[in-house]
């Protein structure tokens, strides 16, 4: 695991936009998994930025979703099927039979469990799992308590998760669904590269829990230190807690990985 601090919020997320694009270059079939949130909007954003003005193409692009709430249907508004269309998927050239999410509407919730498993194993795994840190540390929604090697499943929100969200459906919390389907942390660590981006300093302590602390199954994205090529990038908010700081802003400014990015040539 490496850790990227970036001054500011913007550039936490264009930095984060960046590497995606490179890898997609690198590779047009890219397997891409994606996160939803506040935070993604950005990135989101300067994704369909760079298919507008500099041509970044997403047509042999695949992508997995991490999780659906269970009993919203695609077009509801607070889907996050109709999240990644308004977001990304309608903004760029990816043909959206490319585009997977669970379907939480399923009349066999564990068979479609099952068979999205199944559908990733298809495509020969994801290349690059975008990901976010929840309020109480949670990749997806693999909530506390979470088997590390878990699988794609249902999966009971906590009241944490449910208030948190609960400003996507009119601040009410009694309209967040209670039960999603989600990767499981074995899915989701069975990826090639790992990106997790988090932003702001409500996350700091958490983000110092998930990095520098002990794994452990009440904080599921500590599961990432065990990830072979994980990158953690972060804003000076989010990171106010973190106790190497100074190590992580040298990596940025002299691991080579990073090197076309100082140069502004990715």
């Known amino acids: 695991m490496e850790v990227i601090i970036r001054p500011t919020t913007e550039e936490a997320c264009l930095l984060t936009a960046r590497v995606i694009a490179r890898e997609l270059r690198d590779k047009p079939s890219l397997v891409l998994g994606l996160a939803t949130g506040g935070t993604m909007e950005r990135v989101y954003a300067h994704l369909a930025q760079m298919h507008r003005e500099d041509g970044l193409d997403f047509s042999l692009c695949r992508t997995f979703n991490l999780d659906e709430y269970i009993g919203l249907t695609p077009e509801d508004t607070h889907s996050y099927r109709h999240y990644m269309n308004t977001h990304l998927f309608d903004h760029v050239n990816i043909d959206i039979r490319n585009t997977h999410l669970p379907h939480g509407t399923a009349e066999d919730l564990n068979a479609e469990c099952q068979r999205y498993e199944a559908l990733i194993r298809e495509c020969g ?142």
């Not at 949670?138 to 449910?162: C, D, V």
């Not at 996507?168 to 669904?177: I, N, R, S, T």
């Open 125 to 266: 795994g994801i290349d690059l799992q975008l990901l976010g840190i929840g309020q109480d540390g949670h990749i997806g929604f693999n909530e506390p308590l979470s088997a590390l090697f878990s699988r794609t499943r249902q999966k009971a929100l906590t009241p944490t998760t449910i208030t948190q969200n609960a400003c996507y459906f009119g601040g009410d919390p009694e309209q967040v669904p209670r039960r999603a389907i989600t990767m499981g942390v074995g899915t989701i660590l069975e990826c090639d590269r790992c990106l997790v981006l988090v932003t702001g300093d409500r996350k700091a302590d958490i983000l110092a829990k998930a990095v520098e602390g002990p794994a452990t199954a009440m904080v599921t994205a500590t599961a990432t230190q065990f990830h072979a090529h994980c990158s953690v990038i972060v804003d000076e908010g989010a990171a106010t807690s973190l106790r190497e700081k100074e190590y992580y802003r040298w990596l940025y400014d002299n691991e080579p990985e990073w090197a076309v990015f100082r140069e502004g040539r990715a």
